[in-house]
């Protein structure tokens, strides 16, 4: 089932459109079916068990996976030390709305078949103002993670959302399938650019680091 639904006690609905600008970058539209969020929601009650026992070890996921990564490419990760560094988060874990760059990086791979260091080209991403929250979405590319960034502090933003792959056109239901539910967090590592970490996705890795840096 597509679209996005939220689990348990928050049952509102919200679009593929309604979490931002679509796999189109067309401008923002929302039908009546899909409001924004009640007001006051907070990620706690969106998320799902395994998603927030995810999150609840991020750092873990971090020791685990930087030294594998380290070691099959030790000079990809010297040359990034901000995007690398897991304590670094500055004020302003939101990025502005608009356009941008970003690309990604597994660290530790799942299974004896996948490298523990793979680093993917730039593809093109979307921040878009929702309400009370923003929404996430990497527009090209294989795998695209679509969702909504909520402030938790000034210094890290939690994302919730989905997998699209392939060719597909909108996102599952959160909650729907698990391995396509997403969850991660936000934070500034320098001027104008920011990373989303996602630990213990359900395919390939231990680790995703996506930087985003604003397009031109």
């Known amino acids: 089932m597509r679209g996005y ?3 348990g006690a928050t049952k509102w609905m919200l679009s593929a459109a309604a ?15 899909s409001p924004r969020l009640p007001s006051g929601v907070r990620w706690q009650t969106v998320a799902t068990p395994s998603d927030r026992d995810r999150l609840r070890h991020w750092r873990r996921a971090w020791t685990t996976a930087i030294p594998k990564a380290r070691a099959a ?3 990809a990760i010297a040359a990034e030390p901000l995007l690398f560094d897991p304590d670094r988060a500055l004020a302003g874990a939101l990025p ?3 356009s941008y760059r970003c690309r990604a990086f597994k660290l530790g791979g799942q299974g004896t078949a996948m490298r523990d260091f793979t680093a993917y080209p730039w593809f093109e991403c979307r921040i878009a103002d929702e309400g009370e929250v923003k929404s996430l979405h990497k527009v090209t590319g294989s795998q695209r993670p679509t969702g909504l960034l909520f402030a938790e502090t000034d210094t890290r933003a ?11 056109t909108s996102p599952l239901r959160y909650g729907v ?14 001027d104008k650019r920011w990373r989303l970490v996602l630990p213990y996705p359900r395919f390939e890795s231990q680790l995703d680091v996506v930087e985003l840096v604003p397009a031109g």
């Open 5 to 7: 639904a939220m689990p």
């Open 19 to 33: 979490l931002g600008l679509g796999l189109t970058g067309c401008s923002v539209y929302r039908e009546a079916t």
């Open 73 to 75: 490419d030790a000079r």
């Open 96 to 98: 502005p709305q608009g």
């Open 158 to 168: 939690v994302f919730l959302g989905t997998l699209v792959l392939g060719d597909e």
């Open 177 to 190: 399938d698990a391995n396509r539910d997403m969850i991660g967090y936000v934070e500034r590592i320098a």
